[in-house]
C-alpha cells in the first residue's frame, strides 16, 4: 500500500503497551514477551515459536456466550418461557415435532435469533479488527471507527442503495462497502506517509478521513435521496440489528469466522509486529506483504458489518483492551477471546437497544458510544495523553 507500512518504527513505538517503558523496539532483559514469556537482552521475542493456547479463557467465553444467545432469546417486549424456546428451537433443528403458536415460532426463528446472532458475528468480527488495527498499526486507540474505515464503507454501502445501483442487491451493497473501506484505508495511509505514524496523528488523521467520509455520505443523501430513503439510511448508519435476517445471516457467518481464522494464523506476526517492524523482519516476516493481508483483512470483515448493520463504533476499541488485560497480549490467545468477548459485548448491548426504551428501539450505536466514550477516555488519560 505505501512504503510506511514497511517502514522503522516512528515515536508511536514508545507509546504501544507492550514498548511502554523500553527505550528500543527490542526488548529489554526480563521484560515481558508478546507472547507471554520472557525475553533476554537483545534477543527477539519468541514469534515463530508456537506456545501452548491457554484453553481455559476461550473455553470459559464460549460458555458465557451460549448462557447469553439464550437469555437474550427470551429478552424483548413479549415473553417467551423456557420451555417454547426449547421447542421453537428443537422442530427447527429436527430434534422434535411438537406444534408451534405460529406466533411464537415466527417471532423466536425468524426476528430474534437472526439478531442475537447477528449481534454475535458483528461483535466477534469488530473485536478482531480492533485488536490487529492496535498491533499493526501499534497504536492502542486504533479500530475501525475511529480509523475512518466505517465511514468510509457506509459512504460505498449508500452510494450502493442510493444510486441507480440498488438493484444489485445485498451482495452489491458489501461490494460498496468493502470499495469504501477499503478507499478510506488507502487514503489514510496516504496522508500517514506525510505525517508519520505518530500515535495521535494516527487518531486525528483517522478522525479526519472518518468526517470526510461521513461529509460525502450526508452530500450523497442530502443530493439524491428522497425523505424516505434518507430517513431509513440514516436511522442504519447508526448501527442497529433490527434488520437482521436469515439471509444477512449466512452471509456474515461465512465471512466472520474465514476472517477471525486469517487473522489468527497471523497472530505470531502480530506478536512481532508489537515490538516493531525491524525486530518482526528479523524474525523472517514479511512486514509489508503480512499487514497488507491483514488490513485487507479488516477491510472486508468491516464491510460486511457494515453493509448489514450499520456503523457501530467503540467496539472494537474497548473490547481488545478488556481481553488484553484477562488474556494478556500473546494474540494465539487474545484474539479467540476478543472475538468472544466482542461477540458478548454486543449481543447484550443490543438487547439493552431493545428494551430500555421499549416500546421504542434505541439504535445500537447510540449506546456503543455511550458506553464507549468514557471507556476511551479513560484510556487515554491512562496513556498521559489526556
Same mark, same amino acid.
Given at each position: ?40 537482552? /537483545? ?29 437474550? !432469546?427470551? &429478552? ?13 428451537? /428443537? ?14 415460532? %415466527? ?17 466477534? %468480527? @469488530?473485536?478482531? $479488527? ?22 468510509? +464503507? ?29 478507499? %478510506? ?20 488523521? /483517522?478522525?479526519?478521513?472518518?468526517? !470526510?467520509?461521513?461529509?460525502?455520505? %450526508? ?22 440489528? +433490527? ?10 457467518? &461465512? ?10 494464523? $497471523? ?18 516476516? /514479511? ?30 476499541? &474497548? ?17 479467540? $477471546? ?14 439493552? +437497544? ?22 476511551? @477516555? ?9
Amino acid at each position: 500500500m505505501s512504503a510506511d507500512l514497511a517502514g522503522p518504527p516512528g515515536p508511536s513505538d514508545l507509546l504501544h503497551p507492550t514498548a511502554r517503558g523500553e527505550k528500543s523496539s527490542a526488548p529489554a532483559a526480563g521484560t515481558a514477551s508478546p507472547g507471554g514469556g520472557t525475553t533476554t537482552a /537483545g534477543a527477539p521475542p519468541p514469534v515463530g515459536r508456537t506456545s501452548p493456547v491457554r484453553a481455559w479463557p476461550v473455553v470459559g467465553a464460549v460458555l458465557v456466550l451460549a448462557a447469553s444467545v439464550a437469555v437474550a !432469546l427470551r &429478552i424483548g417486549t413479549a415473553p417467551v418461557g423456557w420451555g417454547d424456546l426449547a421447542r421453537v428451537l /428443537g422442530t427447527h433443528l429436527g430434534l422434535g415435532n411438537e406444534p408451534l403458536p405460529p406466533l411464537t415460532d %415466527s417471532l423466536v426463528w425468524d426476528l430474534r435469533l437472526p439478531r442475537v446472532l447477528m449481534a454475535a458475528l458483528v461483535g466477534a %468480527s @469488530l473485536a478482531v $479488527c480492533g485488536a490487529v488495527l492496535q498491533a499493526v498499526t501499534r497504536n492502542a486507540l486504533a479500530d475501525p471507527y475511529l480509523l475512518g474505515v466505517s465511514c468510509g +464503507a457506509s459512504t460505498g454501502a449508500v452510494v450502493v442503495v442510493v444510486l441507480p445501483l440498488a438493484g444489485v442487491g445485498a451482495l452489491g451493497v458489501t461490494g460498496g462497502a468493502l470499495a469504501g473501506a477499503l478507499l %478510506s484505508f488507502a487514503l489514510l495511509t496516504v496522508l500517514l506517509r506525510r505525517t508519520g505514524l505518530d500515535s495521535v496523528r494516527i487518531v486525528l488523521t /483517522g478522525v479526519v478521513v472518518g468526517q !470526510l467520509f461521513t461529509a460525502l455520505t %450526508s452530500l450523497i443523501l442530502m443530493s439524491s435521496a428522497d425523505a424516505d430513503t434518507t430517513r431509513a439510511v440514516t436511522h442504519w448508519l447508526l448501527g442497529s440489528m +433490527a434488520p437482521a435476517r436469515w439471509d444477512a445471516v449466512v452471509v456474515c457467518a &461465512i465471512v466472520t469466522p474465514l476472517g477471525l481464522v486469517a487473522a489468527w494464523l $497471523c497472530a505470531n506476526a502480530l506478536d512481532a509486529l508489537a515490538f516493531g517492524a525491524d525486530t518482526a523482519a528479523s524474525l523472517g516476516i /514479511g512486514v509489508r506483504r503480512t499487514r497488507m493481508l491483514l488490513l485487507v483483512v479488516t477491510a472486508v470483515l468491516t464491510s460486511v458489518a457494515v453493509a448489514t448493520v450499520g456503523a457501530i463504533g467503540f467496539v472494537g476499541l &474497548i473490547v481488545p483492551h478488556g481481553a488484553r488485560f484477562l488474556v494478556g497480549p500473546s494474540h494465539r490467545v487474545l484474539l479467540p $477471546c476478543a472475538a468472544l468477548a466482542g461477540a458478548v459485548f454486543l449481543l447484550w448491548t443490543d438487547a439493552l +437497544a431493545r428494551v430500555a426504551f421499549a416500546p421504542r428501539e434505541v439504535p445500537v450505536g447510540v449506546l456503543t458510544a455511550l458506553i464507549g466514550v468514557p471507556l476511551f @477516555l479513560a484510556v487515554l488519560r491512562r496513556r498521559g495523553d489526556l
